[in-house]
Antibody, heavy 122, light 107 residues
Framework: EVQLLESGGGLVQPGGSLRLSCAAS????????VGWVRQDPGRGLEWVST????????YYVDSVRGRFTISRDNSENTLYLQLNTLRTEDTAIYYC???????????????WGRGTLVTVSS | IQLTQSPSSLSASVGDRVTITCRAS??????LAWYQQKPGKAPKLLIY???TLQSGVPSRFSGSGSGTDFTLTISSLQPEDFATYYC??????????FGPGTTVDIK
């Protein structure tokens, strides 16, 4: 089955860190760009970060650049998002997403995971 | 680039024709996608490049527009179509923003 499965969410205090993982299956993971989109009930959907198929190129929304780091392990078919210096406004469901295009990226997300909840609160 | 959607919510009956509008704050050519999200589920890609139907999506869904004004049309609303619909612009360089969403519920 073609799917993405996130893990690693939880409750963390402001200033803390978390590492999200996304296990991919059912498709050639190393061929596609993948990334993260988050959803906060108050602010809707927000694209967070994308990484190219090889991992050579990474992209971030301004609000997380310098605090979050996206990476991938193509040998393990796994995507990661390291979240540091977390803020209350980072509270959201974080979805792992797959880009539709191959090669390259066209930024259309044709596969989404179920999401993992990150709550930043003291 | 900011996106607005109208209406923010609507009530409709099974079989109705439904139209949702997405407006961009500046021209984005045809770099627009539509997603459907049901409660407790992840969004699902319906349409990309403004008017191209994603594989597996029923043909009652259609998209149109270019530049700043776009529409998503459901020709005959089905029970499984009650959901929230989001547009997303993909013009130029990231970040590629989403619209605020339109919720379609049962009249």
């Amino acid at each position: 089955e073609v799917q993405l499965l996130e893990s690693g969410g939880g409750l963390v205090q402001p200033g803390g860190s978390l590492r999200l993982s996304c296990a991919a299956s059912g498709f050639s993971f190393s061929t596609y760009a993948v990334g993260w989109v988050r959803q906060d009930p108050g602010r809707g959907l927000e694209w967070v970060s994308t990484i190219s198929s090889s991992g050579a190129y990474t992209y971030y929304v301004d609000s997380v650049r310098g605090r979050f780091t996206i990476s991938r392990d193509n040998s393990e078919n796994t995507l990661y998002l390291q979240l540091n210096t977390l803020r209350t406004e980072d509270t959201a469901i974080y979805y792992c997403v797959k880009d539709k295009a191959v090669p390259g990226t066209d930024w259309y997300f044709d596969l989404w995971g179920r999401g993992t909840l990150v709550t930043v609160s003291s | 680039i900011q996106l607005t959607q109208s209406p923010s919510s609507l009530s409709a009956s099974v079989g109705d024709r439904v139209t949702i509008t997405c407006r961009a704050s500046q021209g984005i050519s045809s770099y627009l996608a539509w997603y459907q999200q049901k409660p407790g589920k992840a969004p699902k890609l319906l349409i990309y490049a403004a008017s191209t139907l994603q594989s597996g999506v029923p043909s009652r869904f259609s998209g149109s527009g270019s530049g700043t004004d776009f529409t998503l049309t459901i020709s005959s609303l089905q029970p499984e179509d009650f959901a929230t619909y989001y547009c997303q612009q993909l013009n130029g360089y990231p970040p590629f923003t989403f619209g605020p969403g339109t919720t379609v519920d049962i009249k």
